[in-house]
């Protein structure tokens, strides 16, 4: 492990190849058994499944939206946009222009 590379860092480089080689498995297991993803993919139950799934998306998003609004418009709207505007971007700005300066 070289210095700048913490243990997270590894782990999660990782993870990633894992996640890749099980992917890379996954797929020829599939095409072994020749099973037809697409066929499972498009059939009527798992079309039906992901309406319903959409459905409650929708309304849970609608629940959400009806509470959240209020409050962001009532209470949290402005100290939000006054940190953006006069801290955050100026910080961000601050420190492109320190990056800009430093490039040949």
């Known amino acids: 492990m070289t210095p700048k590379q913490t243990w997270y860092t590894k ?3 990782r993870g990633f190849l894992n996640l890749l080689w099980l992917f890379i498995l996954f797929a ?5 058994l020749n ?3 697409r066929g499972i993919v498009d059939s009527p139950e798992v079309q039906q499944g ?3 799934v959409k459905k409650i998306s929708k309304t849970i998003w609608q629940a959400l939206k009806s ?3 209020p409050i962001w418009e009532n209470y949290l709207s402005k100290p939000v946009l006054y940190f953006w505007n006069n801290i955050f971007i100026d910080f961000i700005w601050e420190g492109f222009k320190n990056i800009q300066s430093k490039t040949p």
């Open 67 to 69: 509470i959240l609004m």
């Open 11 to 13: 782990t999660r480089q």
């Open 28 to 32: 020829l297991v599939v095409t072994y």
């Open 35 to 37: 099973i037809d993803v």
């Open 50 to 52: 992901g309406s319903e």
